[in-house]
């Protein structure tokens, strides 16, 4: 089984990461987070007509589930920006995904910033603060 899990919130180009433990629960935690974030990063109107979407932590998926908690892999879920949980036993390449992510949120900010719009959604919706909040309320942060 796996040690470690990188959790990454996507919304346009802002990304908060953070490398957890993986622990018995984490399907189950994982779930709770996913609604919380989802909650959050929707609008209102969102919220009103579309059911959760747990992406590759869907129950339909238990295979994949299985696999990927015991040899490492990733977990998608695309719905108003994006969750990954990136899986492995090695520390050392989720820091460097951590990396690779920063690099590609650097450049995204680049293009993005002219947008009003954008910049006001990022803020309204991804609060580095509130994310990592909602992190921490159901992992063990690394």
Known sequence: ??????????YYH??????CM????FVEKS????????DY???????KTRPVYYGDLNEK????????????GRFNLNDAGDIYFE????????VDEVVEY??????????????????????KHHDKSVITDMIKKHFLVI
């Open 14 to 19: 802002s990304y908060v990461q953070k490398i």
């Open 41 to 47: 990063k929707r609008d209102t109107e969102e919220k």
């Open 87 to 94: 899986l492995s036993d090695s520390m050392d390449y989720l």
């Open 102 to 123: 920063t690099k590609k949120s650097e450049e995204c900010y680049k293009i993005n910033r002219k947008s009003k719009r954008i910049m006001e959604n990022v803020s």
């Open 22 to 25: 993986v622990q018995d629960d």
């Open 61 to 72: 998926y238990s295979e994949h589930i299985k696999r990927v908690l015991e040899e490492g």
């Open 31 to 38: 779930r709770k987070m996913i609604e919380e974030l989802e």
């Open 1 to 10: 089984m796996v040690k470690y899990v990188l959790i990454v919130s996507q």
